[in-house]
């Protein structure tokens, strides 16, 4: 093989390698964007079922969208779901952050009260059930990005994140809400 031929081959190597790595982040990325995505759909969901006017059946509604959420972030990581074992991971992580779940029973038992009780307590769960989907869709999200699984996920060591999450989706709720009532004016 001659010098021009081996620079040819190195030249080509090289080339080669940038695009397998462009077409790794690429791939990275389009599939970080689709999780949001997945977590945006249920956060919007989980914000709709504070309109539902039973107290606590509204708790039971956000927490099957919220498993719907992890199941549908492990199909896309490729991870074995394991519903139990979801509601558990979800509880445990959710509970980590008393004052937010708190939040949400009080604003569902507040429907109780007729007429005032169930305006307020419809925009309490609204507002803390997307944004504790959003925090916990967020989490998961972060966790599955880097390998891991339902298996070797640990509630405490996500408790830091999750409460910065829960203010992220408090802010993002208040922009989606303000974007929509924009688009909704003549």
Do not use: W
Request: hydrophobic letters at 45%; charged letters at 15%; proline letters at 3%.
């Amino acid at each position: 093989m001659t010098n021009d031929e081996m620079e040819l081959l190195d030249d080509l190597t090289t080339q080669l390698s940038h695009a397998q790595v462009e077409l790794a982040i690429s791939a990275i990325t389009l599939k970080y964007n689709e999780a949001n995505n997945i977590v945006k759909n249920h956060v919007m969901a989980g914000s709709s079922m504070g309109l539902i006017p039973i107290a606590l059946f509204d708790i039971a509604a956000l927490s099957a969208n919220q498993l719907a959420m992890i199941k549908h972030l492990c199909q896309l990581y490729d991870v074995d779901f394991d519903a139990q074992r979801s509601k558990l991971l979800i509880t445990s992580l959710i509970t980590g952050s008393l004052p937010a779940l708190t939040i949400i029973g009080l604003s569902s038992l507040f429907k109780l009260v007729p007429g005032i009780g169930t305006l307020g307590g419809s925009a309490g769960v609204a507002l803390s059930g997307g944004a504790v989907t959003y925090a916990t869709g967020q989490t998961f999200v972060k966790h599955f990005s880097v390998g891991g699984n339902l298996e070797n996920f640990i509630a405490p060591h996500f408790s830091g994140f999750f409460k910065k999450q829960l203010k992220k989706g408090k802010a993002f709720l208040s922009k989606e809400k303000s974007e929509s009532v924009a688009e909704s004016m003549p």
